[in-house]
């Protein structure tokens, strides 16, 4: 069976029971105590008109540099006038699409009146939720579209899942912008994605640099070549962890056995030499594994609780298998758990390393600093293929980018 199947049968059961069917146990949505709905709506080459909405609270409207005034006096509001202590929340942007993100820039762009203390906030504010929200995992902007779509499938053609049909699938009766948190309430749950720590970290660290800026009434610094290359790194990064997050969900690895991203099969065991060395006998031969992968690998199936009995390693080879399948080799790391002889595994590319992550953009900070010119003297990197992350997949296929949401 392929993905693609899969997701079709999916939907098929979404349609005969006419709701919507889960991929994943957790909720794609961070732990959050402070968020803020927004919505914008922008009309060509028009100004931006805001639209926000606390917990419980009616709607408040603004248009061009009013909008952020009155985006900054919420986000104070809501912080309990602390917007710098240590115990100081970040407050998350709550939205239905990517065109209020897209507006957010715009509004974010505009310069503040001097000395008005809630325009700079607010101007932070929108250039913070724009910045933060090209990162997938971000616990600063949520779009709950985008949200919607990984953790449920509807029993409609793909593309045609419109804000309107995931409010009545998901019982959100409450219209306009104060509904969406009610639909946030929908998709929260106490069980959420694990290994998204350090783009969390992130965010309050962005988040608390921009304000504390704003607090001081400095402009924004225009961007450079070094933050610009460190501004992709750390979407990259970002992307990365957030693939790994999904693959730690038990329901989501099931789905990922048809798109190749997990593999079982089982075990025979080297012997000598070969001793650190096993070979798993897959039964499908579109696995995405490949050799030099490093992996992480557990005895049972794609939805056991691998903690307690989980190992990691290396793909040394990778060849057809004569029963059928492919053949994996993989080389245990030293003192590691290897599994016995005819045991059922399950195998997925490693997650990322946080704290690899942090010293590769600290090492490329570094060399951005140098005066000589530190591209034409390095060796030419080897080329690497990545895979699209789900996020700018549903970014590039939503019809409504240019629109309001």
Not at 46 to 52: I, Q
Not at 246 to 268: E, K, M, N, Q, Y
């Amino acid at each position: 069976m392929s993905v693609e199947l899969y997701d079709a049968g999916m939907r098929a059961a979404a349609a005969h029971y006419r709701r919507p069917v889960p991929r994943l146990r957790a909720t794609p949505l961070p732990d959050t105590a402070v968020r803020l709905a927004v919505r914008t709506v922008r009309a060509k080459r028009g100004p931006v008109a805001l639209e926000v909405a606390g917990p419980g609270q009616t709607a408040q409207r603004a248009t061009g540099r009013a909008a952020l005034g009155l985006l900054g006096r919420t986000v104070v509001a809501l912080c309990g006038g602390d917007l710098l202590g240590d115990d100081a929340p970040v407050v998350c942007a709550v939205t239905a699409g990517f065109g209020t993100v897209e507006a957010l820039g715009a509004l974010g762009a505009l310069t503040p009146a001097e000395g008005d203390a809630d325009e700079w906030i607010g101007a932070a504010v929108a250039g913070c939720w724009y910045e933060r929200a090209a990162h997938p995992g971000t616990g600063l902007v949520v779009n709950l579209r985008a949200a919607s779509a990984v953790k449920f499938l509807l029993g409609v053609v793909p593309g045609e899942e419109s804000d309107a049909l995931w409010r009545a699938r998901l019982g959100v009766n409450t219209a306009g912008v104060e509904g969406l948190h009610h639909w946030w309430d929908r998709l929260d749950g106490a069980e959420r994605l694990r290994g998204l720590e350090s783009v969390r970290s992130d965010d309050r660290w962005l988040w608390r640099r921009m304000l504390g800026d704003a607090v001081e009434g400095k402009s924004p610094r225009r961007e450079t070549l070094a933050l610009a290359a460190l501004r992709l790194r750390t979407r990259c990064d970002a992307a990365d962890l957030w693939e790994a997050a999904l693959l730690g969900d038990p329901w989501w690895r099931r789905r990922a056995v048809h798109s190749g991203h997990v593999c079982t099969g089982t075990v025979s065991v080297g012997t000598g030499k070969d001793a650190a060395r096993f070979t798993v006998h897959s039964d499908r031969s579109d696995t995405r594994l490949k050799v030099g992968a490093a992996v992480l690998g557990w005895t049972g199936t794609v939805t056991a609780d691998h903690t307690g009995n989980q190992f990691h390693g290396e793909v040394i080879a990778v060849g057809p298998d004569p029963l059928g399948g492919l053949a994996l080799t993989v080389a245990v790391r030293r003192r590691g758990r290897r599994p016995a002889a005819d045991e059922r595994v399950s195998l997925m590319s490693a997650p990322p390393s946080a704290s690899v992550q942090f010293a590769g953009r600290a090492a490329m900070r570094s060399r951005y600093r140098t005066l000589a010119g530190w591209i034409g003297r390095t060796s030419i990197p080897d080329p690497q293929r990545r895979e699209v992350p789900l996020a700018v997949m549903i970014a590039a296929a939503d019809p409504d980018e240019q629109e309001t949401n």
